[in-house]
């Protein structure tokens, strides 16, 4: 089994990214003291913290996980590719459903708990694969564990105000990130102790007691019914919704899994025991800027921070084809962060201001079914072109996928 060495790393000072969390979750739940009652804070604690719990033992995982796939079950670029999006592409289906169903029922809860579980199980699977096709199922029942996104999700529009959304959903952003930068530390520093396998079987722990907070903490209210003027609002607005998901899609078919940009690094020079520190620069500046952007999308508008978010993918994708040099490598891991925490927040504030309240759980099931459908042809096309014409290509291809995005979000009206 190769080995990863422990790296120090010197003038990252993760501190600044907890200290930043916790006052600006603070200044959060202040602000809404006087609008909103005592449960609602308990529910966006709790999923806040269930958040970081989940992306905690996520991220135990994700720094090693091109690594464990191609070096340990010896897979190539395509079939990398292949793992990453086939889980994406095939749970993208349930998504919808569980949104669905969702509405359908008013249940919300049991998808959140049961989809943390899922992501338990899975890693325990990842821990006892010998072979790369049996990552297969276990990555497919790893990502069905997004079943609790949807519902979650509506549970955090209904809650929210326009004026507010952005920030919650940057405040939940900004925790799985924080998470994700704990969970990177934890690999880093306990990958020499424990190796691969121990480290999956240790990366569920988190996710379960997520499980149990949610079954504790949250209690569900059925959502209200439309008024008429919302009905009239929601129909209006189909038309921009559905545009919304064309142009979501033509980007989603171009953004890649970040694992490329994982072995962009390796190639270019840095060594394997690197690799998870550049992925834990990501994670921090993720997780820095998950927050303000979603503020700033309340303040104005989600269709100028998910302009910002494009932009800022597109610099990733010029840094790679016209740089070669160590910083710039380093500064692309950095763009990719603040990439991140843009386009989520404001993405998911716009599709929960198109949405009609009792359907909200419906359009975002079915927003996150068609990226995830993408998933699969953009990472099997992406280590296509990598293993076929060269590294720059599919960066170029994103590129250009992504200035087509950018010209259908001109006609997308901001309902903000």
Same mark, same amino acid.
């Given at each position: *089994?190769?080995?990863?060495?422990?790296?120090?790393?010197?003038?990252?000072?993760?501190?600044?990214?907890?200290?930043?969390?916790?006052? +600006?979750?603070?200044?959060?739940?202040?602000?809404?003291?006087?609008?909103?009652?005592?449960?609602?804070?308990?529910?966006?604690?709790?999923?806040?913290?269930?958040?970081?719990?989940?992306?905690?033992?996520?991220?135990?995982?994700?720094?090693?996980?091109?690594?464990?796939?191609? =070096?340990?079950?010896?897979?190539?670029?395509?079939?990398?590719?292949?793992?990453?999006?086939?889980?994406?592409?095939?749970?993208?289906?349930?998504?919808?459903?569980?949104?669905?169903?969702?509405?359908?029922?008013?249940?919300?809860?049991?998808?959140?708990?049961?989809?943390?579980? *899922?992501?338990?199980?899975?890693?325990?699977?990842?821990?006892?694969?010998?072979?790369?096709?049996?990552?297969?199922?276990?990555?497919?029942?790893?990502?069905?564990?997004?079943?609790?996104?949807?519902?979650?999700?509506?549970?955090?529009?209904?809650?929210?105000?326009?004026?507010?959304?952005?920030?919650?959903?940057?405040?939940?952003? =900004?925790?799985?990130?924080?998470?994700?930068?704990?969970?990177?530390?934890?690999?880093?520093?306990?990958?020499?102790?424990?190796?691969?396998?121990?480290?999956?079987?240790? %990366?569920?722990?988190?996710?379960?007691?997520?499980?149990?907070?949610?079954?504790?903490?949250?209690?569900?209210?059925?959502?209200?019914?439309?008024?008429?003027? +919302?009905?009239?609002?929601?129909?209006?607005?189909?038309?921009?919704?559905?545009?919304?998901?064309?142009?979501?899609?033509?980007? /989603?078919?171009?953004?890649?899994?970040?694992?490329?940009? *994982?072995?962009?690094?390796?190639?270019?020079?840095?060594?394997?025991?690197?690799?998870?520190?550049?992925?834990?620069?990501?994670?921090?500046?993720?997780?820095?800027? /998950?927050?303000?952007?979603?503020?700033?999308?309340?303040?104005?508008?989600?269709?100028?921070?998910?302009?910002?978010?494009?932009?800022?993918?597109?610099?990733?994708?010029?840094?790679?084809?016209?740089?070669?040099?160590?910083?710039?490598?380093?500064?692309?891991?950095?763009?990719?962060? *603040?990439?991140?925490?843009?386009?989520?927040?404001?993405?998911?504030?716009?599709?929960?201001?198109? /949405?009609?309240? +009792?359907?909200? %759980?419906?359009?975002?099931?079915?927003?996150?079914?068609?990226?995830?459908?993408?998933?699969?042809?953009?990472?099997?096309?992406?280590?296509?072109?990598?293993?076929?014409?060269?590294?720059?290509?599919?960066?170029?291809?994103?590129?250009?996928?992504?200035?087509?995005?950018?010209?259908?979000?001109?006609?997308?009206?901001?309902?903000?």
């Amino acid at each position: *089994m190769k080995r990863i060495p422990i790296v120090p790393i010197h003038g990252l000072d993760i501190q600044i990214v907890f200290n930043n969390f916790q006052v +600006e979750f603070k200044w959060i739940i202040d602000k809404m003291t006087n609008q909103q009652s005592a449960q609602t804070k308990k529910t966006v604690k709790t999923f806040a913290l269930a958040s970081f719990l989940n992306d905690l033992g996520s991220d135990i995982i994700y720094p090693i996980w091109p690594l464990f796939v191609t =070096s340990v079950l010896g897979a190539n670029m395509a079939v990398l590719g292949l793992i990453d999006g086939l889980g994406e592409a095939v749970v993208s289906i349930s998504k919808a459903l569980s949104g669905y169903i969702s509405d359908k029922t008013k249940k919300r809860k049991i998808f959140i708990w049961t989809g943390y579980l *899922m992501g338990a199980i899975s890693r325990i699977g990842y821990a006892l694969s010998t072979a790369w096709p049996q990552l297969i199922p276990f990555r497919i029942l790893d990502r069905a564990g997004k079943i609790r996104s949807a519902p979650r999700d509506a549970i955090v529009a209904d809650i929210s105000t326009p004026k507010t959304r952005g920030k919650i959903f940057g405040l939940l952003r =900004s925790a799985d990130h924080l998470g994700a930068v704990f969970g990177i530390l934890i690999c880093i520093f306990f990958f020499n102790i424990l190796g691969y396998r121990l480290l999956f079987a240790l %990366a569920a722990i988190p996710s379960l007691v997520a499980a149990l907070l949610i079954i504790r903490n949250i209690t569900e209210n059925k959502p209200r019914a439309r008024l008429k003027s +919302e009905s009239e609002k929601a129909h209006k607005l189909n038309r921009n919704f559905i545009l919304f998901l064309i142009l979501s899609a033509v980007f /989603a078919i171009g953004s890649f899994s970040y694992s490329f940009l *994982m072995i962009y690094a390796k190639e270019f020079g840095f060594r394997v025991s690197f690799v998870p520190v550049l992925y834990l620069v990501y994670s921090g500046a993720a997780s820095l800027s /998950a927050l303000p952007f979603g503020k700033l999308a309340d303040r104005i508008g989600r269709k100028a921070v998910l302009m910002i978010a494009f932009c800022l993918w597109v610099l990733v994708g010029l840094i790679v084809v016209f740089t070669h040099h160590s910083a710039a490598v380093v500064m692309i891991f950095i763009l990719f962060g *603040m990439h991140k925490g843009a386009i989520e927040p404001a993405q998911k504030a716009f599709v929960s201001d198109m /949405a009609p309240v +009792e359907l909200r %759980a419906s359009y975002l099931g079915t927003y996150q079914m068609v990226i995830g459908l993408c998933a699969l042809p953009a990472s099997v096309i992406a280590g296509l072109l990598w293993d076929n014409v060269g590294v720059n290509m599919p960066f170029i291809v994103s590129i250009g996928l992504t200035g087509i995005a950018m010209g259908l979000l001109l006609f997308i009206k901001d309902s903000n």
